[in-house]
T-cell receptor, first 111, second 114 residues
Framework: SQQGEEDPQALSIQEGENATMNCSYK?????LQWYRQNSGRGLVHLIL?????REKHSGRLRVTLDTSKKSSSLLITASRAADTASYFC???????????FGAGTTVTVRA | DTGVSQDPRHKITKRGQNVTFRCDPI?????LYWYRQTLGQGPEFLTY????????KSRLLSDRFSAERPKGSFSTLEIQRTEQGDSAMYLC????????????FGPGTRLTVT
């Protein structure tokens, strides 16, 4: 079953703009991870944020986590055409290592 | 550092045939996971191994599916008597042991059952 839900389902932006997508989940988590998937390819790991962390940065990526609202956001700054992909959040629970994914946000960056 | 590899990358088979996929994890990773992804959806968990022990199986893994990791290194996923509903991308991931480690995914095997 899918634990996470990304919002919006699809996002179209101009190159250079920022892209923000949100993830909500239902049950308590240990970690939340964000992945990128280019069409028909495997998933690329972007960032992991632990349940006791509130914000994390990696290059042009910023992830926030609000466990009280059971939600996370991924911000991609200064987007590029190469950022065009589907983005998924995935959660795991304490002592339960399998990942539960949402349906993803499809991001299109227009040149 | 080689990543997770999967073979084959694409498989077309006729309904009723058996298929087997292979996954080679990152060498020092003792956890190995299988997921299935259908079009427009996120991956869904199928099963996972710690070393050679299969520790959890999803209800999605019917009795036509079997997975092995005989020496705690590579893993195979076999589907017997394939059905059209088995058409999907089969993804393998691996990680270190422990609660806070990232799972790294392979490129996937795309199965089409005709």
């Amino acid at each position: 079953s899918q634990q996470g839900e990304e919002d919006p389902q699809a996002l179209s932006i101009q190159e250079g703009e920022n892209a923000t997508m949100n993830c909500s989940y239902k049950t308590s988590i240990n970690n939340l991870q964000w992945y990128r998937q280019n069409s028909g390819r495997g998933l690329v790991h972007l960032i992991l944020i632990r349940s006791n962390e509130r914000e994390k940065h990696s290059g042009r990526l910023r992830v926030t986590l609000d466990t009280s609202k059971k939600s996370s956001s991924l911000l991609i700054t200064a987007s590029r055409a190469a950022d065009t992909a589907s983005y998924f959040c995935a959660t795991d629970a304490f002592d339960d290592y399998k990942l539960s994914f949402g349906a993803g946000t499809t991001v299109t960056v227009r040149a | 550092d080689t990543g997770v590899s999967q073979d084959p990358r694409h498989k077309i088979t006729k309904r009723g045939q058996n298929v087997t996929f292979r996954c080679d994890p990152i060498s020092e990773h003792n956890r190995l996971y299988w997921y299935r992804q259908t079009l427009g959806q996120g991956p869904e968990f199928l099963t996972y191994f710690q070393n050679e022990a299969q520790l959890e199986k999803s209800r999605l893994l019917s009795d036509r599916f079997s997975a092995e990791r005989p020496k705690g290194s590579f893993s195979t996923l076999e589907i017997q008597r394939t059905e059209q509903g088995d058409s999907a991308m089969y993804l393998c991931a691996s990680s270190l042991t422990g609660g806070d480690y990232e799972q790294y995914f392979g490129p996937g095997t795309r199965l089409t059952v005709t």
